[in-house]
């Protein structure tokens, strides 16, 4: 990157910050969940998603963020049984664009000031209502994930935000916790990043990191989950292949089952795909993820200091319920009235992007 871009970006963000409005103390309340999610696949994963966080008993009150039509009404209906708010981006104004930035600006506008937000093709293993009282939490007002690399010292990033933590472990955004109130400039600025897709996204992948590097910026602390993902797949061929990565609490346990490589709207009936986890082992020296690809689909494998060990009791039964969530809703009348209406959206807007081109 130029180093004119790099100052510009550098003042830029500073510019910014300085026209944030004070944390607006009347528009939120309470502790929430919230997703966004749009289109056929998304949605059958925030339908498995969902109904494994109520069957485990979890109460909070969820909320799911769509844009326009990506969301019909017979699925809202379809939802009705389950406590969900679905709460349309378009309601806030004009929204020229579609991606991860969505992310931050539902966060920032759901109705909660405490937000566990949750990516739709995620899974509880058990509720996660206690993360809200972890003492680092509490004490700083955001938790983290890690995610398996480390961004380059010599990425530009750095000195945009004018920053060397080089040895933090980059952030995995399939789940993150922030007091709203607590951080809301870093929030904010967060969204900022995103807005600039055409410059962060060139350092960044998408909006993951895009959290960390506003926290990194305004010299905010964080607690980040010291325990580094591990993977859950299938051994095809004498070779492992992960296919759903494994992200843990501050104890150190299995919490959360990303499934962000073989989504559930490709998955089989009766597919069992929850075989085999690898881990990193506790004190790892040598720490390497490779994507590969197995038929195509991407698969990822640990290399290094790693262990393998059997999927546990927990996940092969969790993965068991999630098929049969996924069957009911592949049988639901709002499943096919869902694929027809996404049919329709998908070649309507096609239709109108090279009318509009001919014009």
């Keep these: 990157m130029p180093k004119h871009d790099i100052e510009y970006l550098a003042q830029d963000w500073k510019a910014f910050l300085a026209k944030i409005p004070a944390y607006p103390h009347h528009r939120y309340a309470e502790k929430g969940i919230v997703y966004t999610a749009g289109g056929v696949s998304h949605v059958t994963c925030l339908w498995v998603s969902i109904n494994e966080l109520r069957n485990l008993g979890c109460l909070l009150p969820i909320e799911v963020w769509h844009l326009g039509n990506e969301i019909s009404i017979d699925v809202m209906e379809f939802f009705e049984g389950l406590d969900v708010r679905f709460r349309d981006f378009q309601d806030l104004g004009p929204i020229d664009r579609t991606g991860v930035f ?16 949750i990516d739709s093709d995620n899974v509880c293993l058990r509720d996660p209502t206690y993360l809200f009282d972890i003492p680092e939490y509490n004490r700083l007002g955001t938790v983290f994930w890690p995610d398996y690399w480390i961004t380059d010292p010599h990425n530009p990033i750095w000195k945009i935000i004018d920053s060397s933590a080089f040895d933090t472990p980059e952030q995995e955004s399939g789940q993150l916790l922030v007091n709203k109130e607590m951080c809301w400039k870093e929030l904010n600025l967060c969204l900022h990043f995103n807005m600039l897709e055409k410059y962060y996204y060139k350092l960044l992948y998408g909006d993951k990191d895009t959290f960390r590097f506003a926290w990194f910026a305004l010299k905010t602390s964080f ?71 197995l038929n195509g689909k991407p698969m990822i494998d640990l290399d290094g200091d790693t262990q393998y060990e059997n999927a546990s009791t927990e996940i092969t039964l969790l993965e068991e319920k999630c098929l049969n969530y996924l069957r009911t809703w592949r049988n639901s009348v709002a499943y096919f009235s869902f694929y027809e209406h996404m049919h329709f959206v998908n070649q309507r807007y096609t239709y109108s992007k090279s009318f509009s081109l001919e014009i």
């Design 102 to 117: 969505l992310k931050p600006l539902a966060i920032l506008h759901s109705s909660f000031r405490e937000v566990l937000y």
């Design 223 to 293: 607690y980040m989950i010291p325990t580094l993902p591990g993977t859950c797949g299938t051994i095809k061929e004498d070779a492992f292949y992960g296919n759903t990565m494994l992200q843990h609490d501050e104890n150190e346990s299995v919490l959360f089952l990303h499934r962000n490589l073989l989504k559930w709207d490709i998955t089989r009936p009766y597919e069992k795909s929850w075989q085999i986890m690898k881990r990193f082992e506790k004190d790892a020296v040598v720490k390497e993820a490779l994507l590969k690809k």
